[in-house]
């Protein structure tokens, strides 16, 4: 499975992005689908994950009530609404994918993940 996401960019305090991720390759399988971010010296950390039904959905404490996760599997696409933006959301934004729904905020268990797309929020 290859992910390409999109959507970052500059954005000041109180504003909204919506970043997409498009899945390519073996997109037939039912994945589980997230969103990390990781911001500069710091470690990747989970934002929100979304089940293949798209009925299931997890979010860190951080982003929760801001962010919201949804996914359009018909174009193999998952996205991620961002409102209420803070200049600490600032980071590059990943997108990741894999077969189960546990262990959601942990990278470690994330088989594939896409490039990264960066988000800037301005004070």
């Known amino acids: 499975v290859q992910l390409q996401a999109s959507g970052g960019g500059l954005v000041q305090a109180g504003g909204s992005l919506r970043l997409s991720c498009v899945a390519s390759g073996r997109t037939s399988s039912r994945y589980t689908m997230a969103w990390f971010r990781q911001a500069p010296g710091k470690e990747r950390e989970f934002v929100a994950a979304?089940?293949?039904?798209?009925?299931?959905?997890y979010y860190a404490g951080s982003v929760k009530g801001r962010f919201t996760i949804s996914r359009d599997n018909a174009n193999n696409t998952v996205y991620l609404q961002m409102n209420s933006l803070k200049p600490e959301d600032t980071a590059v934004y990943y997108c990741a994918a894999k077969n189960t729904y546990y262990y959601l905020d942990s990278p470690t268990k994330y088989d594939y993940w896409g490039q990264g797309t960066l988000v800037t929020v301005s004070s």
């Open positions: 979304i089940n293949w039904s798209g009925g299931g959905t």
